[in-house]
């Protein structure tokens, strides 16, 4: 079993930056692929980003590619989300996710654990 925390979210101007965190328990870790996803209301949850657990391997939607950064320290059990140069349509709940098995992926359904959101809020 894996647990997950998102931390870090908050209200934003345009323009502005956030650093999301997500802590994980359990011991194996760095066995996880580990993913970004977010959810705007009214709209489907949608892949943002993902770090394979093998040789950090990283994958971004088009939407992000170039703002945000999504890193992971094993050590401490953490992987972040930089999210620079913010727009209004990043407004959204940021949720973590971990799968084990797998590479990095941007299907949902390849995620195994799922942490309870953090509340990202853009103003323009």
């Known amino acids: 079993q894996v647990q997950l925390v998102e931390s870090g979210g908050g209200l934003v101007q345009a323009g502005g930056s956030l650093r999301l965190s997500c802590a994980a328990s359990?011991?194996?870790?760095?066995?996880?692929?580990m993913g970004w996803f977010r959810q705007a209301p009214g709209k489907e949850r949608e892949f943002v980003t993902t770090?394979?657990?093998?040789?950090?391997?990283?994958y971004y939607a088009d939407s992000v590619k170039g703002r945000f950064t999504i890193s992971r320290d094993n050590a401490k059990n953490t992987v972040y989300l930089q999210m620079n140069n913010l727009k209004p349509e990043d407004t959204a709940v940021y949720y973590c996710?971990?799968?084990?098995?797998?590479?990095?992926?941007?299907?949902?359904?390849?995620?195994?654990?799922w942490g309870q959101g953090t509340q990202v809020t853009v103003s323009s």
């Open positions: 770090i394979s657990w093998i040789g950090g391997s990283t």
């Open positions: 359990g011991r194996t870790f760095s066995r996880y692929t």
């Open positions: 996710a971990a799968s084990f098995g797998v590479s990095a992926s941007p299907v949902k359904s390849d995620y195994n654990y």
